[in-house]
């Protein structure tokens, strides 16, 4: 068990749908990083936060959105959906802004837009 | 643009043998490398990770090792045994761009055959 906490571990939805993805970071970590993973796909970085402000950006649509809130977790909101947005979400978290420190990832939450 | 490429999909290991798993970079600020280790359903676990001051990291079975000037490392498994089979990425960051991100390359199945 990593200490980080993604919910739901699945979610079904249709295409033009909102849904949001929430993960909790180990207990003391204050950055949160998300990564996507699409079929036969490495792990793509989207955003990351530390301490409650965005600290780097990745290839994230603009249909997507993220925030850190003052208890750390954070969310990910993906709106307008298409089919292509179906794959697997992870969160990560590390204890300060990385860059040489080792990430903890949570089990992931699997969206699947029908 | 794949900053961090993995070029085999796949690699099968007979059990008690050495794996060999390899990973290149473009980026030469990249100074910080991660490996992780994946199962089905789980998120990315952490395996060992190497500074660029150093060429060479050992932990238990696992070494890894890197060729700054071309851009390359590796991940030796020594013996490979059957729990080892899962999928690993390795993953690189800079620690003096201001950026805090973490690159993923797009992972090498690994199965270690009994």
């Known amino acids: 068990d990593s200490g980080v906490t993604q919910t739901p571990k699945h979610l079904i939805t249709a295409t033009g749908q909102r849904v949001t993805l929430r993960c909790s970071p180990r207990?003391?970590?204050?950055?949160v990083y998300w990564y996507q993973q699409s079929l036969d796909q490495g792990l793509q970085f989207l955003i990351q936060?530390?301490?409650?402000?965005?600290?780097a950006k990745g290839n994230i649509l603009e249909r997507f959105s993220a925030q850190q809130f003052p208890d750390l977790h954070s969310e990910l909101n993906l709106s307008s959906l298409e089919l292509g947005d179906s794959a697997l979400y992870f969160c990560?978290?590390?204890?300060?802004?990385?860059?040489?420190?080792?990430?903890?990832f949570g089990s992931g939450t699997q969206l699947s837009v029908l | 643009d794949q900053q961090v490429k993995q070029n085999s999909p796949s690699l099968s290991v007979q059990e008690g043998r050495i794996s060999i798993l390899n990973c290149d970079y473009t980026?030469?600020?990249?100074?910080?490398f991660l490996w992780y280790k994946k199962y089905p359903a789980e998120g990315p676990t952490f395996l060992i990770s190497?500074?660029?001051?150093?060429d060479k990291n050992e932990d238990g079975r696992f070494t890894v090792f890197l060729n700054k000037s071309a851009k390359h490392l590796s991940l030796h498994i020594v013996p490979s045994q059957p729990g080892d089979s899962a999928v690993y990425f390795c993953?690189?960051?800079?620690?003096?761009?201001?950026?805090?991100?973490?690159?993923f390359g797009t992972g090498t199945r690994l199965k270690v055959l009994a």
């Open positions: 980026n030469s600020m990249f100074d910080y």
């Open positions: 990560a978290s590390s204890p300060r802004q990385g860059g040489n420190e080792k990430l903890f």
């Open positions: 190497i500074s660029s001051i150093k």
């Open positions: 993953a690189a960051g800079s620690t003096t761009s201001g950026t805090y991100k973490y690159i």
């Open positions: 936060y530390y301490n409650g402000e965005e600290r």
């Open positions: 207990s003391g970590d204050l950055s």
